[in-house]
């Protein structure tokens, strides 16, 4: 029986639609230190990380990784702690992918809690906003027009300096009508509803694309919106 890809995820990308992008795949819930030692008795095909634990549990570390890359296992990171764990092992053969990665990668990015937020254990459903994708989101609004740039660096700031937990939607809307008034942040709220990016969840389909490109099985072309979370 051929061995089937792992890949850990969890509030990134809802799971219905992973499955669609990467047909047999195994999907695990976000990856924490000790969850990859089973795997090396009998090591997959390929093993994707998007999703990981910062705070509830240890963080898995680089040197978990290393024994999988170390037996020619193709391990790819993206979006959460798997672009994190890629630039550091990249130089050891971990692939990283998407644009989070790239922004980690050149130094645009280095703080952790760029991508840390907080979710429901049980549903893997997002109680929070990742400051990355708040921070690209109205990087997307400012050149579309939506936003100006003084906006775009007030916005970002504001949210920057809260504690991840609190990096919220609902937080977001009232800093925005506090900087923006109240008819501006009503046209900005509609804008970020119905077109604003999520690039974890962007980075996360690129993730899954590649790993089934890597395999030689066929690509979804996942023509859909992503749900509203």
Same mark, same amino acid.
């Given at each position: ?15 219905? +639609?992973? /499955? ?5 795949? @195994? =999907?695990? !819930?976000?990856?924490? *230190?000790?969850?990859?030692? $089973? #795997? ?68 645009? +990015?280095? /703080? ?5 937020? @907080? =979710?429901? !254990?049980?549903?893997? *459903?997002?109680?929070?906003? $990742? #400051? ?84 030689? *099985? ?12």
């Amino acid at each position: 029986m051929p061995k089937c890809p792992i890949v850990f995820l969890g509030p990134s990308l809802p799971r219905e +639609l992973a /499955a669609e992008l990467l047909p047999g795949a @195994t =999907f695990l !819930p976000p990856i924490r *230190r000790g969850d990859l030692r $089973p #795997l090396l008795d009998e090591p997959p095909a390929a093993v994707g990380i998007v999703d990981g634990e910062f705070f509830q549990s240890l963080a898995v570390s680089p040197k978990e990784i290393l024994p999988l890359l170390e037996r020619g296992v193709p391990v790819y990171g993206s979006s959460s702690m798997g672009a994190l764990r890629a630039v550091e092992l990249e130089n050891y053969g971990m692939r990283g992918v998407g644009r989070i990665f790239e922004l980690f990668r050149r130094g645009r +990015l280095i /703080a952790d809690d760029e991508v840390a937020l @907080t =979710f429901c !254990p049980a549903t893997l *459903r997002p109680l929070s906003e $990742p #400051l990355v994708n708040i921070r690209l989101a109205l990087s997307a609004a400012h050149r579309a027009g939506i936003i100006s740039l003084a906006e775009l660096i007030g916005l970002t700031r504001r949210m920057k300096a809260l504690y991840f937990p609190e990096r919220t939607r609902e937080r977001l809307f009232a800093v925005m009508e506090q900087l923006t008034g109240p008819k501006r942040a009503i046209a900005v709220r509609h804008w970020w509803l119905t077109a604003a990016p999520d690039t974890k969840a962007e980075d996360a389909e690129h993730l899954l694309r590649g790993i089934a490109e890597h395999l030689g *099985r066929p690509v979804s072309p996942c023509a859909r919106e992503l749900p509203a979370h």
